[in-house]
């Protein structure tokens, strides 16, 4: 029987394929919203590691993107963004102690399912694609393609491009190597590209210590910042919760890990995720959540076992705890083109997984919902893609 830990450079390589995922918009909601990077980047790793121990099988750990994404947007106040933490956490305990996501994952047609993995596998291909471009928010709001790098360009090409190729033919021929495992190979390059070429800020003042979080760093937030958060972020981000953090996630567990996933239910899930914005909100960190997405890439880039939540779990622990808020430093290092190499390839394992669907119907309710969520938003495209599924299955219709 395979051990539920296994700690080897296929599992390293695994633990580091969601990077392209969670960097950016940590960076994003430390560097525009003030958030804390201790509180950040201490819940993610206490997320992964525990996440890992108690379901036994490879768990991804992102932030909540309805939230983040809108949060670096408008530059919102830190405090709005702890208090969409909350009211989050309690929507997921409520449903998920109460059984309610159990009975509504019952009605969740497969081709839903698909259609939000498909949805996302695009979203992030498209993502990792404009990284290597240097078009992204973030590289838009530094107002430079690699802003930690001293060379943008070489001659009239955007260095992220140059990287993005080398790289992306680099995780191509390594890929299933298991003696150099392409998503480890390709991350320490970036780390090695950011010693050599970057413009380390930082990396000097850095003072190793024993740094613990603070309780509330930012302050207990308002009523007024409650009432926002809810109709702001909170419901926004419900039905992308729903659809990609529980049931896809959950789903895409089973066909990846089989009976060694058994204790990722979508119960489970819920709760997992609740206690995570109680931690995370209360030191200062950022909303978090699991998904399919983040499964994808750990998985592609070699995961099989928890060990790799407890690698990547403690080094995220370590940076927070021994550097403090010091540890950005360390991140700056790693390219952005080299995250949208990571998101690439995670988005186009994720978008395979339609590959089982067998008939014409099907496959319609997953290309309208990713034209939906192209248009407008994922948690469009879930609440639609239902709606359209059982239309199709009620009646005589035909596509």
């Known amino acids: 029987m395979q051990s539920k830990y296994q700690f080897s450079r296929l599992e390293f390589s695994g633990s580091l ?6 960097l950016p918009l940590a960076l994003g909601l430390i560097l525009v919203n003030g958030l804390s990077p201790n509180g950040v980047f201490l819940s993610v790793g206490l997320f992964f590691i525990f996440s890992g121990l108690y379901f036994g099988v490879t768990v991804p750990i992102q932030p909540m993107k309805v939230i983040s994404a809108y949060a670096i947007a408008t530059a919102m106040a830190a405090s709005q963004i702890t208090a969409s933490g909350y009211l989050i956490g309690l929507v ?14 019952k009605y969740i047609p497969k081709s839903v399912v698909r259609g939000v993995q498909l949805s996302t596998g695009t979203l992030l291909m498209v993502e990792g694609i404009k990284f290597m471009l240097g078009t992204t928010r973030l590289q838009v709001l530094r107002q430079a393609a690699e802003p930690y790098l001293s060379i943008n360009s070489v001659g009239p090409v955007p260095v992220g491009i140059i990287i993005g190729l080398a790289g992306g033919l680099l995780t191509l021929l390594l890929l299933d190597n298991k003696k150099f495992p392409g998503g480890a190979v390709v991350v320490l390059g970036g780390i090695a590209l950011g010693l050599i070429f970057g413009i380390r800020g930082g990396l000097d003042k850095i003072n190793p210590g024993i740094h613990l979080p603070q309780f509330l760093p930012l302050g207990w937030p308002t009523k007024a910042d409650f009432t926002f958060a809810l109709f702001a972020l909170v419901l926004p981000q419900i039905p992308m919760t729903l659809g990609n953090a529980v049931i896809a996630y959950a789903d895409l567990s089973k066909d990846y890990f089989g009976d060694n996933s058994k204790k ?6 819920c709760i997992s995720m609740a206690l995570a914005n109680f931690v995370s909100s209360t030191i200062g960190g950022m909303p978090l959540c699991h998904g399919a997405g983040g499964l994808a890439a750990h998985y592609r880039f070699g995961a099989r076992t928890a060990g790799s939540n407890l690698m990547i779990g403690v080094i995220f622990v370590i940076l927070a705890v021994v550097l403090g808020n010091d540890s950005l430093a360390v991140i700056y290092l790693i ?6 190499i990571l998101l690439l390839f995670a988005g186009s394992q994720l978008a395979l997984t339609i590959m089982d669907l067998e008939n014409r119907k099907d496959f319609f309710v997953v290309l309208f919902m990713l034209g939906i969520t192209l248009s407008s938003s994922l948690a469009a495209g879930f609440m639609v893609g239902i709606v359209v599924a059982w239309i199709l299955k009620s009646y005589k219709l035909n596509v």
Request: charged fraction near 5%; hydrophobic fraction near 50%.
């Open 92 to 105: 997921l305990l409520v449903i998920g102690a109460t059984g309610a996501i159990t009975v509504i994952g």
């Open 335 to 340: 390219p952005l083109s080299v995250l949208g």
């Open 17 to 22: 394929g969601d990077l392209g995922t969670l």
């Open 264 to 269: 990722v239910t979508y119960q489970s899930v």
